[in-house]
């Protein structure tokens, strides 16, 4: 079973509207840590975002949040406000592990924002 | 300016002959990891090191290796490269004493490989 999955290769959203980008996840490890993460054109990896199994509210940083479900294993990203900058890949990710050493990513989704 | 720094960028070569991409953080940090990106397949995990002389194999290990003799420095060994090694390699690197798996990594620019 893939323990990251992406099901949303790729996604159109208007400027200036909100769009969710879907993630589930799949461990039997009490103890892990969920992450965003943007990849422009240009290839870099940008970290966008972060939310720990144990936190009780859904991590917000700016336009970006984060809902998560842990009885349904989701970690949904939530980009408001959607600007053309936005359109990049998107990568779920999950560290686990004793020291948070294995690291899964999805495969991503490709937004593109439209004018 | 805190960074992790690969090289080389861009690299063609041909199969069998050894090659190295160097990975160095300036952060201090304990944990690195070296990863490959396909299309499709996302980030794969190839090796990581949770500290200087502490290193064990991710998801696809084979054909590669490395060694952590200091801790700013991971380099990825690549002994008899193949085609199937073409691919665009990331290192990165984060805290991990005392945390409780909350660190984001930094990654490096990217390394593209092409194998001939």
């Known amino acids: 079973a893939q323990k990251i999955t992406q099901t949303q290769p790729g996604m159109f959203v208007q400027e200036k509207e909100a769009v969710t980008l879907d993630c589930t996840y799949d461990?039997?490890?009490?103890?892990?840590?969920l992450f965003w993460y943007k990849q422009p054109s240009s290839g870099e990896m940008i970290f966008l975002i972060y939310?720990?199994?144990?936190?009780?509210q859904n991590a917000t940083e700016g336009r970006y949040s984060l809902n998560f479900q842990k009885a349904r294993k989701s970690a949904n990203l939530v980009i408001s406000a959607s600007q053309l900058g936005d359109s990049a890949m998107y990568f779920c990710a999950m560290r686990e592990g004793r020291g948070y050493q294995k690291v899964t990513f999805g495969t991503g989704t490709k937004l593109q924002v439209i004018p | 300016e805190a960074q992790v720094t690969q090289n080389p960028r861009y690299l063609i070569t041909v199969t069998g002959k050894k090659l190295t991409v160097t990975c160095s953080q300036n952060m201090n940090h304990e944990y690195m990891s070296w990863y490959r990106q396909d299309p499709g397949l996302g980030l794969r995990q190839i090796y990581y090191s949770m500290n200087v002389e502490v290193t064990d194999k991710g998801d696809v290990p084979e054909g590669y290796k490395v060694s952590r003799k200091e801790k700013r420095n991971f380099p990825l060994i690549l002994e008899s490269p193949s085609p199937n090694q073409t691919s665009l390699y990331f290192c990165?690197?984060?805290?991990?004493?005392?945390?409780?798996?909350?660190?984001?990594?930094?990654f490096g620019d990217g390394t593209r490989l092409s194998i001939l």
């Open positions: 990165a690197s984060s805290l991990t004493r005392g945390a409780r798996g909350n660190q984001p990594q930094h």
């Open positions: 461990t039997s490890d009490p103890s892990y840590g």
């Open positions: 939310q720990g199994s144990y936190d009780q």
